[in-house]
Structure formats: structure tokens, C-alpha cells
């Protein structure tokens, strides 16, 4: 008798898939079922499986051998080698194959798998080895259909584990989020559809982790998996997957404004396997969220309003002015460049157990692929427990220190100053000026319009701002870094009898006219003179200014005990044409009084709003029917625009992303385009849309729309 042949074997992927949570994997929803060629499962669980042979299965003489391998040298850890026995026992750390039914009809074995609760996430391979005990022959058949073991967040025993399951709903399973973006005044949430379920989102995900060449065996562990994935989501050592640019010039590539969601980017960067243009914060951490939760590792976008970048790991953040305080836009202390605030900025947290650290630090960990400043080497960063960077634990595995500033820093200001010791002397400051909120999207809720769906996690990440335990944990951060603590000890001593008060600028709309206006108070009971400045700047959203707007500077007198202020009228005229993406805008005041040479430095950003892209449709959407979406906003300008485009993204419609070049936005009136849609899957599916012209870009909308049976 010769060993079995095998005929087929077949993992029963869309059954399999509903108590593996891997239904939605578009991979698994082929019509006829039939025809799925993909298997997708969780580790340490349970997975069906049957195998047909040439001849009835002979208890007595046969052996099946299962060799499951993940990459192309397996090891211990990357390999599971298992024989079909009817009294296999489940183990949580080892793999099995327990024979459930044996058909001698139809020459077919029944089985169930089990994985251990840390393998290595990935595309595993299968070979099958018959034998005779009765002699050496063997037969081998090579499994040839994708085989992919995820993260199981579901499972206690998995280092990703949540124990309020109902949230995976939101951060494994839900394929559309929002990210908020903006000055702190006038943030909103911009749409974006993560699509981890696209079918070209695993095997992009593959090919990432393998030109970060990650080892094998390391790829269960999420701490390490999810380090990799903030380095190869960006470009900067090892051909990621995005390039970051922030200087407004796009044109050979996709301007980061214009993505819709992730999938685009992913699917560009696995057919062409070379890094696509353009990314900026937002779209390198929706880009991760969609890799973690393709992988099983719960993930959400956290934007920080407004953002430090420490570049000299002084935990503060450090202007410099003049004797005459002219802003330098340099740092003289710095040769690694100097620190910066960006009006927000946008990284990623994803959820696991730390058993590489001691108790305690566990749950959201903060990981940011934005190429900011290098760790071990390269540009990656995190993750960092969010409890360390609250209780300002800077020594702990990774980067805390540089998270800690990001949030919870102090913005310092400096004037150069010949008779101090250092050349440089402290002006007045502001505490409150970092970290003012900490946005992500509330679970189960999508308001593609309002801000609804908006959750402020700042105290997840520090306490109240000046509270005793908010001085402490930034404290505790200074007290192990030599060089804040000089920074720190400067800061103490700040005698001053003027007050200096910028106004805030309430909302903007694109084409009105503002006002930037400074109250000053003298305290004193003598009158002071008092040299100021006024400006305003157009910038880009990391803090880089472009272009002066408007400025005003002269001497101000101010009576014992009076109030008088300053201020300077800005018209559409002055800014429409220095506006830069994101039409950010950056007013600055700085003031000397003569007398004192007390200084007093303050600065605020804020955005010009833009209208919102309104989403309709004219009929009921019927699955598998053509559809119209009526995609519309006023033209808020009083000019023509021109290069107009309209994209639309939904993973429920067939092509994914439409693109439609649009004429006739003529000013100040209804702009408005048609496009035909075929909706393809039933149920609630969301539309992101985006809009750029020359004149006017940057223009978002969303909504959520029911496809009907037919």
C-alpha cells in the first residue's frame, strides 16, 4: 500500500471567519463562497479544517503531518508541526490537530487546529506529509492559498487582549474614522476611511514588514511590530511607504490634502513597491491605524492641539528674540535644530500588554510615524505607555521623553541679553500653552458633519493643566534630564509690572477681514513707554511660516495704572493671496518696555475656514444598481477657481476612488458635480470626499448612506 495522496484540503475560510472575527475581510466575501481562495484566523483559537485522500484513511498505517512554516527559514518559533490525532489535547502555547470525524465513504478527515496564543502574526505556508508506519515512503502536498494568522484581541490570553471587547467593534473592526485637524479654535474632524479590509491591505502589509526585513520570529510580539510599523510607514531609512512634505509643493505626487483614506496609499505602494508621495502627520497615522487593525492590534488616531517638538530634549520648547525682540528663527544652543510647535499634530495609539516593563504600564501605547526625530537610530517612535508619559516616567522603553515634551512641555522665550551670565534672559511666558487637547474619535458614533463623534483623551496623557500633579510629572521628567533642569532653574525668577494680553480671534470664514488687537495694563504708579510689535503670517500647519501678511511696530505710551491697547485690521486682500494649505495663520506680538526692559513675547494661530463638500443622492441605493452622488459647496470667493477636482472614496462602491475634474466655479456661487456610483455592498456605507483647485484646497465632506436589496 503507498501513503495517501491528497486531493484537497480546504479550511472552511467564510465559517471559520464569524467566530474569528475575520468576517469582514473582503478577501472571504467572494460570491459563490465557493470561490474564496483566502483563509483568515486569529491565534490561540480554534480553526476547522478538512482533508480529502485517495482512499479511506487506515488508522493503523497511516500518519498525516501538518507542517505549517512562516517565511522562508523557518525556525522554532516560525514553524508548527502537528499530526492529525484523534486524542490531541488544545494547548494555549503549542500547537495541535485533533482529529474530529474520519469519513471512509468519502475518504475525507475532519479536523480542528489549535495555535499558541503568541505566534508570529503573518502569511503562513502549509505542507502536508503522509506516511506508512509500515515503511519509509512519503508523500508531500503543498497547501497553495493565502493562510493568514492574525492578533486575537479577543482572547485573554493574547498580548493584545481588551477586556471591554465591545471597543475592538470600533478599534479592530470599524473601517472609517476621523482625524482631527486644525488650530485649537477651529479644529474639525476630517474624514478618512482606513479600509482595512480591502483585499490589497494584508498582502501590502506583508511586503511592508518585510522590507523593514523585521525577523520572523519577532513579528507576535506587538511592542515590536508595532515599532516597526511608525518606522516603515514613513520613507526615511528603508524605502517605507510614505515621503513626508510640508512646503506646499506636491506636484509630483498626491498633495496630502487630497487622500481620502488609506487603502489608495497602500495599494500604490504594493504594485509599484516604491514609496508614494505625499504624506503628512494625519495621513501617516491613518495609514497605521489601518495597518494595526488589519493585523488584529487595536488602534486609534490622537491629534495633539498644539504639539511640541523638543529637538534638544530640554523638556521645553524654546523661541529666541533679539535685544530688540525681533524673533530669531534659529536656536543658538542647539546645533540639532531648533524646537518647533506645530498647530497640531497627529500620531497613533495601540492597545497591548507591556510585559517588557514593570507592572503598571499597560493599555494605550503611543506610537507616532511622522519622521520628527530619530530613536536608536531611525526614524521611528514609540510605543510609549501613556501612563508613563503622564506620571512623566522618562526612562522607560520607547521614547516617552519625547512624547512627554510633545504634550506636556513649556514654551520658553528668550532674549538675548549681554549682562546675563548665559547671553540670554527669560521673557514672560505662558504655561498653558501645550497639549491643550488630546482628540479621537468617540466609539461607535460617525458624524460625517458635526463633531459628535469628537472624545478629548487629554487625561489620558497628563493631568489638569496646573495642577500639582501636572508641575510633577513635567518635574519628574526635568529632575532625570540635566539639561532641562538648567532650563527650569532660569525660569524662577520673573519680576514684571505690565500685563500684556493678546486677544483671541474668534472664527474666520475665507474672504472677511479680522483684527488683531493687544491690552496692556500698567500695574505700576509710574508711566512706562513701550516698544511693540504686531505681525501676521500665513504658515504651514508644523509652525514653518511662509509669507508676512501684515506688520506694525512703533512706541506706545502707557499712564500710571492705565489701560491702552494696539491693533491692526487684516483684509481678505492682504491675505488671500499668502495664504498656504490648511490656510493657517500666525499673529505675533512682542513687546520691550524701556524703562524695565521687562520683554513679553505671545503668539496665537488660528484657520481661516472653508465650507464643507455636502453629499446627496437623488434616489434610494439599491445594491448593484448605478446611482447618481450629487457632490456641492459654495465658492466662498470672489473670484472664478480654477484646476478644480472633486474625489470621491467608499470601500462600498465598485473602483473605490472616483476622480472628477470639475468647470464653471464661478465666485461666491453653488458649485456642483454628478458622479455615478455602483454601490456593492448592503447595509450603511460611508462616502469621504475632497476637493482642490488652485485657488482654494482642502475642502472635505462625508456621509453615511443605507444600500437596499434590490
Same mark, same amino acid.
Not at 465591545?166 to 477651529?186: F, H, S
Not at 498647530?343 to 504600564?361: E, F, I, S
Not at 521614547?399 to 534672559?425: H, Q
Not at 470667493?637 to 462600498?652: A, K, Y
Given at each position: ?16 471567519? @464569524? ?68 486524542? $490531541? ?56 492559498? =493565502? ?16 477586556? =471591554? ?101 497602500? $495599494? ?96 494605550? @501605547? ?131 509690572? #505690565? ?5 483671541? #480671534? ?91 526692559? @521687562? ?65 464653471? $466655479? ?35 465632506? $462625508? ?8
Amino acid at each position: 500500500m503507498d501513503p495517501l495522496l491528497v486531493d484537497i484540503i480546504h479550511f472552511y475560510p467564510v465559517e471559520n471567519a @464569524q467566530p474569528h472575527n475575520t468576517k469582514k475581510f473582503e478577501a472571504l466575501n467572494i460570491e459563490p463562497a465557493t470561490d474564496v481562495t483566502t483563509t483568515i484566523v486569529r491565534r490561540g483559537q480554534p480553526f476547522n479544517g478538512v482533508v480529502r485522500f485517495n482512499r479511506p484513511y487506515d488508522e493503523s498505517d497511516d500518519t498525516v503531518q501538518l507542517l505549517f512554516t512562516l517565511g522562508d527559514k523557518p525556525a522554532m518559533d516560525t514553524q508548527g508541526s502537528v499530526f492529525l490525532k484523534r486524542d $490531541a489535547v488544545p494547548d494555549k502555547h503549542s500547537w495541535s490537530a485533533k482529529i474530529v470525524e474520519v469519513g471512509n465513504e468519502d475518504n475525507t478527515i475532519s479536523f480542528e487546529i489549535s495555535t499558541p496564543v503568541n505566534l508570529p502574526v503573518g502569511s503562513w505556508a502549509l505542507r502536508v506529509v503522509t506516511r506508512l508506519k509500515s515503511s519509509q515512503a512519503r508523500e508531500v502536498y503543498d497547501f497553495d492559498q =493565502d493562510f493568514y494568522i492574525l492578533f486575537n484581541p479577543w482572547n485573554p490570553d493574547d498580548q493584545t487582549y481588551m477586556e =471591554d471587547t465591545d471597543l475592538l467593534q470600533e478599534y479592530v473592526l470599524n473601517d472609517i474614522g476621523k482625524v482631527w485637524v486644525g488650530p485649537i479654535k477651529t479644529t474639525k474632524g476630517k474624514p478618512w476611511s482606513y479600509g482595512q479590509f480591502d483585499a490589497v491591505v494584508l498582502p501590502a502589509v506583508m511586503f511592508m514588514l518585510d522590507r523593514a526585513e523585521m525577523p520572523f520570529h519577532q513579528r507576535g510580539d506587538p511592542v515590536k511590530v508595532s515599532r516597526v510599523i511608525s518606522r516603515i510607514v514613513n520613507s526615511n531609512d528603508d524605502q517605507g511607504v510614505l515621503i513626508g512634505r510640508w512646503d506646499g509643493e506636491y506636484d509630483d505626487g498626491t498633495a496630502p490634502s487630497e487622500w481620502t483614506g488609506s487603502v489608495d496609499i497602500l $495599494a500604490q505602494y504594493l504594485e509599484f513597491q516604491q514609496e508614494v508621495a505625499y504624506g503628512q502627520c494625519w495621513v501617516f497615522a491613518g495609514v497605521v491605524t489601518t495597518v494595526c487593525r488589519a493585523l488584529g492590534i487595536p488602534s486609534r488616531v490622537v491629534s495633539n492641539l498644539v504639539s511640541a517638538h523638543d529637538a534638544n530634549s530640554s523638556l521645553t520648547v524654546d523661541k529666541y528674540y533679539t535685544e530688540t525682540m525681533e524673533e530669531l528663527s534659529f536656536d543658538p544652543n542647539n546645533p540639532q535644530g531648533a524646537d518647533s510647535i506645530w498647530n497640531y499634530h497627529v500620531w497613533n495609539d495601540v492597545w497591548m500588554a507591556r510585559p517588557d516593563l514593570p507592572p503598571g504600564y499597560g493599555g494605550w @501605547q503611543a506610537v507616532d510615524a511622522t519622521p520628527q526625530e530619530t530613536s536608536s537610530g531611525m526614524f521611528q517612535c514609540g510605543p510609549a505607555p501613556l501612563e508613563a508619559i503622564k506620571q512623566g516616567v522618562i526612562g522607560l522603553n520607547y521614547d516617552v521623553e519625547f512624547m512627554l515634551a510633545s504634550v506636556n512641555a513649556d514654551l520658553m522665550r528668550w532674549r538675548k541679553d549681554p549682562e546675563s551670565e548665559t547671553g540670554y534672559s527669560m521673557v514672560d511666558t505662558n504655561n498653558y500653552h501645550i497639549g491643550r487637547m488630546i482628540l479621537t474619535k468617540k466609539p461607535f458614533v460617525f458624524d460625517p458633519i458635526g463633531d459628535e463623534d469628537r472624545q478629548d483623551i487629554l487625561g489620558e496623557y497628563k493631568h489638569s493643566e496646573g495642577t500639582a500633579s501636572e508641575r510633577m510629572a513635567l518635574m519628574n521628567g526635568v529632575r532625570y534630564s540635566e539639561r532641562a533642569k538648567r532650563y527650569y532653574s532660569v525660569a524662577a525668577n520673573l519680576t514684571s509690572d #505690565i500685563t500684556f494680553k493678546l486677544r483671541d #480671534i474668534d472664527t474666520v470664514p475665507i474672504g472677511k477681514e479680522f483684527r488683531v488687537i493687544v491690552d496692556i495694563d500698567n500695574n505700576s504708579e509710574e508711566g512706562r513707554n513701550i516698544k511693540a510689535a504686531l505681525t501676521a503670517t500665513s504658515v504651514f500647519y508644523n509652525g514653518v511660516r511662509a509669507e508676512l501678511v501684515k506688520k506694525i511696530e512703533g512706541k506706545i505710551f502707557v499712564g500710571p495704572t492705565k489701560h491702552e491697547e494696539i491693533s491692526i485690521l487684516v483684509k481678505p486682500d492682504d491675505y488671500l493671496p499668502k495664504l498656504v494649505e490648511y490656510c493657517n495663520i500666525k499673529i505675533s506680538a512682542m513687546a520691550i518696555v524701556d524703562e524695565t526692559k @521687562q520683554s513679553w513675547a505671545d503668539d496665537d494661530d488660528f484657520q481661516v475656514l472653508k465650507p464643507n463638500i455636502n453629499i446627496k443622492f437623488n434616489e434610494d441605493l439599491i445594491i448593484g444598481q448605478p446611482a447618481t452622488a450629487v457632490l456641492s459647496f459654495v465658492n466662498p470667493l470672489d473670484r472664478h477657481l480654477t484646476g478644480c477636482e472633486f474625489r470621491l472614496t467608499s470601500s462600498g462602491i465598485a473602483g473605490r476612488t472616483l476622480r472628477l475634474a470639475a468647470s464653471g $466655479a464661478e465666485p461666491l456661487q453653488l458649485l456642483s458635480v454628478e458622479l455615478p456610483v455602483q454601490p456593492i455592498k448592503l447595509g450603511k456605507i460611508n462616502f469621504v470626499a475632497t476637493f482642490k483647485s488652485a485657488e482654494l484646497k482642502d475642502i472635505n465632506g $462625508a456621509a453615511s448612506v443605507d444600500v437596499y436589496e434590490g
